[in-house]
């Protein structure tokens, strides 16, 4: 692939994450708020962005929602994103949990905003480094 190409891929996934963080945002702000959608969409926007960074790296991954993995293979390239990534990995947790019929409970609005957060400052320094803009 041509750098153009992957940046192009890149720029792909960020844009994914960037729909994922917005659709978390439209969640919690539905009446009444749906939580165990909008943490679904936040794991989801954090890992297409680690996902386009370790794309801009040629880095391959398999198919995963383990933000922790992701975050290690991010590290190589990036180390000073350690603290934020290491924030950001009990996220993963929302790509399962809540997801199906039967779930005793949803999560806490007030833990979903804090995710959503964290998940846009993961998208926002991925941009920063993809070259894109910030959500």
């Not at 192009?8 to 960020?14: G, I, N, P, S, Y």
């Not at 439209?26 to 909008?38: E, K």
């Not at 297409?48 to 040629?58: F, N, W």
């Not at 964290?118 to 941009?127: F, Q, R, Y």
Request: charged share 25%; proline share 8%.
């Amino acid at each position: 692939m041509s750098h153009d190409e992957v940046t192009e891929e890149a720029d792909a996934w960020l844009s994914r994450g960037r729909n994922d963080l917005r659709a978390a945002r439209v969640l919690l702000a539905a009446d009444p708020p749906l939580p165990g959608d909008a943490a679904f969409h936040c794991q989801q926007a954090a890992e297409k962005a680690l996902k386009a960074l370790l794309t801009l790296h040629r880095h391959p991954f398999p198919k995963t929602h383990d933000l922790g993995m992701l975050a290690a293979a991010c590290l190589e390239y990036e180390p000073g994103l350690h603290d934020l990534l290491r924030t950001a990995a009990p996220l993963t947790e929302y790509a399962w949990r809540f997801r199906s019929p039967g779930d005793l409970f949803a999560p806490p609005v007030d833990e979903v905003i804090d995710a959503t957060g964290i998940a846009a400052e993961v998208v926002a320094k991925v941009a920063s480094r993809v070259g894109g803009a910030t959500p």
